[in-house]
């Protein structure tokens, strides 16, 4: 399978490979079975609708998650719709993953982590931080 627009292609080929290639900047090659979540959101403001794929490599040395996301224009977004319903067809992938799937604890990441890849943060930074954790706690939806 294979979508193709002038500077971008995305292909999933039989062995299961899964590309992405931005053909003036970069491409990411993965696995289709490593795709836990596919969503094709609606139009912005801007007239683009958006692609996300949840790439997600729970088990090995380094377990992680990479998200990527593709800007669709709106003459392709038919064309769009129609691949991402053959890839969860075909590949059981959900729009959403399942209950518990990808619950994981908000955490900070401390200072002296290796983790941590940004200055410290301004005290508004610090004062939006708190604010936003106080209220994903108190979410019950």
Do not use: K
């Given at each position: 399978?294979?979508?193709?627009?002038?500077?971008f292609?995305?292909e999933?080929?039989?062995?299961?490979?899964?590309?992405?290639?931005?053909?003036?900047?970069?491409?990411?090659?993965s696995?289709v079975?490593?795709?836990?979540?596919?969503?094709?959101?609606?139009?912005?403001?801007?007239?683009?609708?958006?692609?996300?794929?949840?790439?997600?490599?729970?088990?090995?040395?380094?377990?992680g998650?990479?998200?990527?996301?593709?800007?669709?224009?709106?003459?392709?977004?038919?064309?769009?719709q129609?691949?991402?319903?053959?890839?969860?067809r075909?590949?059981?992938?959900?729009?959403?993953?399942?209950?518990?799937?990808?619950?994981?604890e908000?955490?900070r990441?401390?200072?002296?982590?290796?983790?941590?890849?940004?200055?410290?943060?301004?005290?508004?930074?610090?004062?939006?931080?708190?604010?936003?954790?106080?209220?994903?706690?108190?979410d019950?939806?």
């Open positions: 399978m294979r979508f193709d627009w002038p500077d292609t995305l999933c080929r039989e062995d299961d490979g899964l590309l992405f290639v931005w053909r003036r900047y970069s491409g990411i090659e696995n079975r490593h795709c836990t979540r596919l969503r094709l959101l609606p139009q912005g403001s801007d007239g683009l609708s958006q692609w996300i794929f949840h790439l997600r490599f729970p088990e090995g040395p380094t377990p998650l990479l998200v990527i996301r593709v800007d669709v224009p709106a003459d392709r977004l038919q064309e769009a129609d691949f991402t319903d053959l890839l969860r075909r590949y059981d992938i959900p729009e959403q993953a399942p209950d518990g799937a990808e619950d994981e908000l955490r990441v401390p200072l002296d982590e290796p983790e941590w890849i940004a200055a410290p943060a301004s005290n508004a930074s610090e004062e939006l931080f708190t604010t936003v954790m106080a209220r994903a706690e108190g019950t939806g």
